[in-house]
């Protein structure tokens, strides 16, 4: 066996580890391994396909980001070209794609990647591809799989800013107003909101209004808390309007989420008139090593995927279907994106805890 792999979209905690299983595994096997660099943008590129061994993966479970490289825009149906007169076009390089997977003699390709890059790896699949997808996101929006990798960290991280905000707020009386990733999910703003005890958490799920928060905040006051800790997933929505988005296009082409927690922010200012300060976690979410249990997660996707390829069950990805891995066909894994159910016990839990979703 010949096998490659590939890391697509947004990095997140936990790459590394993936790679590291999967060149292990499969070289026990007496297989060998490719990596392809930047997505599928490795395949045109020269020294774009790297040979894999145990020397290449040693050291790298602990660290962030990927030694393969990725993108969030190397989709090969939809592929930029830059013509002689400058102007970029976009062209359908997907059955080169498949047409230098022969050529390399690759037997399957492992392709690590949330629903952007799965979504991707269906497609390809097919067109004949042996695709076998390991389910990759910080935003843990992918329905098929109980979590990804990547989450836990994103939130650990979070969660350690949002505790240093604690002291600040309070030092000044203020309203420290912080926006987290996740996309239209609000697990990331969720989980760490509610772990580092946030007064008020404002997912897309929950469409919020403002007063409710002021309300919230107020009563702090009253109580003689006089500071105020807001969650804002970058994906809020307020009661009858719509997510916050930025000018400029996304890296896939879509609206580029942006400003929900600025918005929050100026509107509590206004309704309160208690200093308040907005800021932006953004990629820090995204970075740094993967705590424990990404690592492990990251290393169970990586052999179970050589286990899909060894039994030839391709077309499908890995998910954690605690305690076990399960084989979920790719086209049913992009199908849904997994947001918090609102009646979550974790939401009654942090409701019972007095926190303001603003409804
Ligand atoms: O999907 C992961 C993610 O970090 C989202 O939480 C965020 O909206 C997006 O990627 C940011 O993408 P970019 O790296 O293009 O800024």
Redesign the pocket.
Known sequence: MRIAINTGG?DAPGLNAVVRAVVLAAERRGWEVVGIRQGYDGLFMEGGVVPLDGASVSGITHRGGTILGST?RGNPFRFPVEGADGAVKVVDRSSEVVGRMEALGIDCLIAVG?DGSLRIAAELAGKGLKVVGVPK???NDLDATAVTFGFHTAVQTATDAIDKLHSTAESHRRVMVVEL???HAGWIALFAGFAATADAILIPEIPYELAKVAAKIESRWAKGREFAIVVVA?GAVPQGGEASYLDEL??GGGRR?GGAGKRVARGLEALTGKETRSLVLG?LQ?GGRPIAYDRILSLRFGAAAVEFAERGQFKHIVALDPPYMRAVPLAEAVRKLKTVPTDWDMVRAARAMGVSFGD
């Open positions: 947004g969030n949330g996101t910080i935003d990733m996740g996309r970058e996304g890296a989420l990629h995204r």
